[in-house]
């Protein structure tokens, strides 16, 4: 079971960018999906996440103008990012709760960073 993110870049303020991860391989189910940030010198935070249901939760930084989604049939989540702030400016990480065909034991996987920068 890997994640795959993609589509981080360079934005300029007001600007936006859209993420995306996919999970691949021997794959059960999955259950919340979501997003996580890491700027420099600063803990990992979560930005969004959403469940198989789709019920989701953001970080008080980002409601209003981040919307988390996924498709389940791709198995594939999406973070678009409206209007950036030079603060967004971080590596993004996606991770899911995933039950693999087998072992068939529930974990958390982390996709590889993606960089969003926003700057002038």
């Known amino acids: 079971v890997q994640l795959q993110a993609s589509g981080g870049g360079l934005a300029q303020p007001g600007g936006s960018l859209r993420l995306s991860c996919a999970a691949s391989?021997?794959?059960?189910?999955?259950?919340?999906m979501g997003w996580y940030r890491q700027a420099p010198e600063k803990q990992r935070e979560l930005v969004a996440s959403i469940t198989s249901g789709g019920i989701t939760n953001y970080a008080d930084s980002v409601k209003g103008r981040f919307t988390i989604s996924r498709d389940n049939a791709k198995a594939t989540v999406y973070l678009q990012l409206n209007s950036l702030k030079p603060e967004d400016t971080a590596v993004y990480y996606c991770?899911?709760?995933?039950?693999?065909?087998?072992?068939?034991?529930?974990?958390?996987?982390w996709g590889q960073g993606t960089q969003v920068t926003v700057s002038s």
């Open positions: 391989g021997s794959i059960f189910s999955i259950n919340v």
């Open positions: 991770k899911a709760q995933i039950q693999p065909i087998f072992p068939p034991a529930i974990a958390h996987y």
